[in-house]
């Protein structure tokens, strides 16, 4: 039954995804903030189709730790999952993807309307300092930056392999960063079309005031995002 449901799933994800892109269309021509409600429309219905379907249901922890306004947010990326749940949880995200997304026709012309920040990782430092710039416009706007340190998806059990980019934007930004843990990895796994029945769990962490060094700010960062993401993961565990 699970794999009938993950297949039926995927099959529904992907119809719902191309649904919304095409008879939401209109709003590539509307005012972006309306554009970003209708993305946060489709990332909730995709929820609904993963509980009904699939059996997943999600629990958002410490959500008072994020601000009001421009913010950092960073946390752990162990599946697809969390690219789209944690957008309605955001007021006006801005997340940092791969460049790469933006040649798909439709979903790529959207990355842009929404006004989210690819970044072109083989360009090294010229993909930084466009990604810091990026950034400081999204917090001008009063805009919520959301960054992977990792940079690509991680199994739950591997180990923590932080790249620069989020210490590089927290120096520049000077608005205080919320790190988040989860443990979605256990239950719609990387790479696997299998979606395991449980419950995913997000938790927004104590923020990190702005002004830290560099080194102390990637310590304390990855410290407490591993340290969540352990217990998250145990406790997940064992609820499967």
């Known amino acids: 039954m699970i794999y009938l449901r993950s297949a039926l799933f995927n099959v529904v994800f992907y119809?719902?995804?191309?649904?919304?892109?095409?008879?939401?269309?209109?709003?590539?021509?509307?005012?972006?903030?309306?554009?970003?409600r209708a993305l946060q429309v489709w990332?909730?219905?995709?929820?609904?189709?993963?509980?009904?379907?699939?059996?997943?249901?999600?629990?958002?922890?410490?959500?008072?730790?994020?601000?009001?306004?421009?913010?950092?947010?960073?946390?752990?990326?162990?599946?697809?999952?969390?690219?789209?749940?944690?957008?309605?949880?955001?007021?006006?995200?801005?997340?940092?993807?791969?460049?790469e997304l933006t040649y798909i026709p439709f979903f790529g012309?959207?990355?842009?309307k929404f006004c989210m920040i690819p970044v072109e990782r083989a360009a090294g430092t010229q993909a930084l300092r466009s990604l810091i710039g990026a950034?400081?416009?999204?917090?001008?706007?009063?805009?919520?930056?959301?960054?992977?340190?990792?940079g690509t998806r991680r199994s739950p059990d591997d180990p923590?392999?932080?790249?620069?980019?989020?210490?590089?934007?927290?120096g520049k930004l000077d608005v205080p960063c919320v790190p988040f843990a989860l443990?979605?990895?256990?239950?719609w796994p990387r790479r696997q079309f299998l979606r395991r029945p449980g419950t995913i769990v997000i938790t927004f962490l104590e923020p990190i005031p702005p002004g830290l060094n560099r080194k102390h700010f990637q310590l304390r960062l990855e410290t407490s995002i591993e340290t969540e993401t352990k217990r998250l993961v145990d406790e997940g565990r064992g609820a499967l």
Request: net charge positive; with cysteine.
């Open 43 to 99: 990332a909730k219905s995709s929820l609904f189709w993963l509980r009904v379907i699939a059996g997943i249901r999600m629990e958002v922890r410490g959500q008072h730790h994020v601000p009001e306004g421009a913010c950092l947010v960073a946390g752990k990326h162990q599946s697809f999952w969390e690219t789209f749940a944690i957008l309605p949880l955001l007021d006006d995200p801005a997340i940092v993807l791969k460049k």
């Open 160 to 170: 923590p392999d932080y790249k620069p980019g989020a210490a590089a934007l927290y």
């Open 183 to 187: 443990n979605s990895g256990l239950f």
């Open 109 to 112: 012309w959207f990355i842009y």
């Open 15 to 36: 119809i719902n995804l191309a649904l919304f892109m095409l008879l939401g269309s209109g709003f590539y021509f509307t005012p972006r903030k309306w554009s970003v």
């Open 135 to 150: 950034a400081e416009q999204a917090v001008a706007m009063g805009r919520q930056v959301v960054i992977m340190p990792e």
